[in-house]
């Protein structure tokens, strides 16, 4: 099931772009548009880069998700090395 994301898609694809990500998949409560209220839900978003992102570059991109979306609770999880049990979830 597909559901939009209230977020500017032009910023998402610029960070889509500047970290040459092949997914990037946002679950969990968020994701399903529950109504926790802005304070209690945060938002999981895994991702798949074409190459791997060194240390700087995590904190960039968790820098440039927290700035698109206004909120610093921001669960991300990198796939490629993640551990086995949340990949098959």
Same mark, same amino acid.
């Given at each position: 099931? /597909? ?12 960070? !889509?772009?500047?970290?040459? /990500?092949? $997914?990037? !998949?946002?679950?969990g409560?968020? =994701? ?13 978003? =895994? ?5 791997? /992102? ?10 440039? $998700?927290?700035? $698109? ?6 669960? $991300? !999880?990198?796939?490629?090395?993640a ?5 098959? =979830?």
């Open positions: 099931m /597909l559901i939009k994301i209230n977020t500017d898609n032009d910023k998402l694809q610029q960070i !889509v772009e500047k970290y040459h /990500l092949k $997914l990037l !998949v946002y679950y409560s968020y =994701a399903r548009q529950e109504d926790y209220g802005p304070s209690r839900s945060d938002i999981d978003i =895994a991702f798949i880069s074409e190459q791997q /992102l060194n240390s700087q570059q995590l904190f960039d991109l968790m820098s440039d $998700l927290i700035l $698109l979306h206004r909120k610093s609770n921001i669960d $991300l !999880v990198n796939l490629q090395t551990s086995g049990l949340l990949k098959e =979830a």
